[in-house]
C-alpha cells in the first residue's frame, strides 16, 4: 500500500512537499515515482526513483526539471516529491506509485497511492 499526503492549495511560486509512506512490503528495490492529473487530462509523468548498489537515479518530466525533486528514504519505506516555484499549471492531483521497471509509462506501475491533490491559485 501507498499513502501519499503532503497537498494543498498553495499561491503561485510557493513550494510543497509531498510524501508518500509504503507498507505492506519494502520498496527498496522498486523504483519510485509520481504521476499527476490535471482536471480534464490524462495522467502524466511527473518524476522517479530507482535505488541500485547504494545510488539514487533519479528521472523527471521535462516540464518539472529543476523545479521539482523527488527523493527517497529506504529505511522509511519513503518517497518525497519536493515542489518549488509551483504553478497554476502544476495544478493537479499527485499519485506515488512504485513498480518493477524504469518508466514513464502508467502502464509499468503495480502499485498506486490514492492520489493527493495541489491546487496552486495565482
Known amino acids: 500500500q501507498l499513502q501519499a499526503y503532503g497537498g494543498g492549495l498553495v499561491q503561485a511560486g510557493g513550494s510543497l512537499r509531498l510524501s508518500c509512506a509504503a507498507s505492506?512490503?519494502?520498496?527498496?528495490?522498486?523504483?519510485m515515482g509520481w504521476f499527476r492529473q490535471a482536471p480534464g487530462k490524462e495522467r502524466e509523468f511527473v518524476a522517479n526513483?530507482?535505488?541500485?548498489?547504494?545510488?539514487?537515479?533519479?528521472y523527471y518530466a521535462d516540464s518539472v526539471k529543476g523545479q521539482f525533486t523527488t527523493s527517497r528514504d529506504n529505511a522509511k519505506n519513503t518517497v518525497y516529491l519536493q515542489m518549488n516555484s509551483l504553478k497554476p499549471e502544476d495544478t493537479a492531483v499527485y499519485y506515488c506509485?512504485?513498480?518493477?521497471?524504469?518508466?514513464?509509462?502508467?502502464?509499468?506501475?503495480?502499485?498506486w497511492g490514492q492520489g493527493t491533490l495541489v491546487t496552486v491559485s495565482s
Open positions: 526513483s530507482n535505488w541500485s548498489r547504494g545510488s539514487t537515479y533519479t
Open positions: 506509485v512504485a513498480g518493477t521497471a524504469r518508466s514513464r509509462y502508467v502502464k509499468d506501475y503495480d502499485y
Open positions: 505492506g512490503r519494502t520498496f527498496s528495490s522498486y523504483t
